[in-house]
């Protein structure tokens, strides 16, 4: 492409919209227009989550502020060993607590009881 001819396609007086444009931009302009409102977040539900998470954190942070003006050098004691075999009950323990949260939550958001 020469620069003449990009020239000349760019040197055309009227540029036409397709036919039926301003009519379909109007609809949709409507369309949203008439739309409900969208859905508010329910922060009076969430506030109990997010007030346990902040005291949770607030926790842990004393903990560890404790534990080094106490002068502990690790928050584990290395005297405490398990039996054997018992690696794997916590494991499962723990799948189980976070597995249980996510079905509870996939059953009440599907509609399920």
Do not use: N
Not at 15 to 20: A, E, K, L, T
Not at 26 to 40: D, F, K, L, Q
Not at 42 to 61: K, Q
């Amino acid at each position: 492409m020469e620069h003449d001819d990009l020239d000349r396609f760019l040197s055309d007086d009227e540029i036409v919209p397709s036919s039926g444009f301003a009519a379909r931009v109007m609809e949709a302009v409507r369309a949203e227009a008439s739309a409900p409102p969208a859905i508010p977040f329910p922060w009076l539900r969430a506030l109990p989550g997010i007030a346990a998470v902040a005291v949770a954190f607030f926790a842990i942070v004393a903990g560890f502020v404790a534990l080094g003006r106490s002068g502990v050098d690790t928050p584990v004691s290395t005297s405490l060993t398990l039996p054997p075999g018992t690696e794997v009950t916590w494991l499962i323990v723990v799948a189980l607590l976070c597995t249980v949260p996510v079905v509870v939550s996939l059953r009440i958001t599907r509609g399920h009881s």
